[in-house]
């Protein structure tokens, strides 16, 4: 593989030199495969991350309207006639610190397995011909900001939601009370309803990722500023889109490819499972059912490990780095070798 020098503009006044595209790309294929330990710091930021609802997924069985009605009518009904008790306002301030604490426990966790695939990545990228100067992360931001960053990140894709909200409320509500075909699944039912609002709170959640993927590596990297990473993540969005956007949409379809297929398997799996044990099909039936479900969902797991490893790895590489003195003048034995991107 060969680096690519940037000779002219910007990066070359600065002495910032990258990988080619496709050589961050098929360098974060090398990187991830080669180092099993990077699987694990993957999974555990794709769980940290909302992955664990996911996986999660299959297992649930979401609560049924009537169900609804009989768990939330009598807080709704205190709520509207103005009698609330002691006791429901208790429940409703232990609820929200809860999601509070689940939120920031997740923050954190993300943030140091992110930070933890950054160290990896370059420690990694000397050893498998990836031109890139060796970078000494002693001393560089930890979890604790990059957390910060990524709940900053939130802030955009947060409004968007709120715009969003009452229609997709709205429809979920309708869905509940009034579904519509049964055999197609709740969300399907629900983006049927609001496609458009469906798909800003994922665009808004697409371009809030990428600046954010971008951000933390400036922090890490360039030791900047929280602010000031998070705002470089979107200028770097702005003034270098032919690099960010295609790496971004390389992330999302690097997970989802593997994933989804998975997923929806060990659903199918767990349904077949729960018609076995109902049927009553006998212990050898069940136990075998069971052990080749666990071996699909655990399949799963390791696919959306590698497949955020990778993922990682493809921003890390994507990043832009400070080059030597050759390269800043575009000199030719700084430029040797290199090759267009």
């Known amino acids: ?3 690519v020098a940037a000779p002219h503009g910007a990066g070359a006044a600065t002495g910032e030199r990258r990988l080619g595209l496709s050589t961050a790309l098929l360098g974060a294929f090398v990187v991830t495969m080669l180092r099993p330990a990077s699987w694990a710091v993957g999974l555990l930021g794709f769980l940290a991350g909302g992955g664990i609802l996911l996986v999660a997924w299959p297992i649930v069985v979401l609560p049924t309207p009537t169900g609804l009605q009989n768990l939330l009518a009598e807080p709704i009904v205190s709520l509207a006639f103005g009698s609330v008790s002691e006791s429901l306002l208790l429940a409703i301030a232990a609820g929200i610190a809860a999601a509070a604490g689940l939120v920031a426990v997740c923050l954190l966790v993300g943030a140091w397995a992110e930070r933890q695939g950054i160290g ?5 990228a000397p050893d498998d011909a990836l031109d890139r100067p060796p970078s000494d992360l002693a001393g560089a931001p930890g979890a604790g900001r990059i957390a910060l960053l990524r709940l900053l990140s939130l802030a955009p894709l947060a409004v968007v939601a709120a715009v969003a909200w009452q229609a997709v409320y709205d429809a979920v509500y309708h869905e509940l009370v009034l579904p519509g075909d049964l055999a197609v699944p709740l969300p399907v039912r629900v983006v049927g309803e609001v496609p458009g609002q ?5 665009l808004a959640w697409l371009l809030s990722d990428t600046a954010a993927s971008v951000g933390v590596r400036r922090l890490v990297l360039e030791r900047r500023p929280v602010l000031v990473a998070w705002l470089l993540g979107w200028s770097d969005l702005v003034r270098r889109p032919r690099r960010v956007l295609p790496t971004a949409l390389f992330g999302v379809a690097v997970v989802a490819l593997p994933v989804a297929p998975a997923l929806l398997a060990a659903g199918i799996g767990w349904s077949r499972l729960r018609e076995i044990m109902v049927a009553g099909s006998g212990i050898p039936l069940t136990l075998g059912a069971t052990l080749v ?4 969902w655990m399949g799963g797991l390791v696919l959306a490990g590698v497949a955020s490893a990778v993922r990682a790895a493809a921003w890390t590489l994507e990043i832009p780095v400070a080059g030597s003195a050759g390269a800043a003048t575009g000199s030719p034995d700084a430029l040797a070798g290199a090759s267009p991107g």
């Open 120 to 124: 990896l990545v370059l420690e990694a």
């Open 1 to 3: 593989m060969t680096a």
């Open 198 to 202: 469906v798909v800003g709170i994922g």
């Open 293 to 296: 479900w666990v071996a699909i």
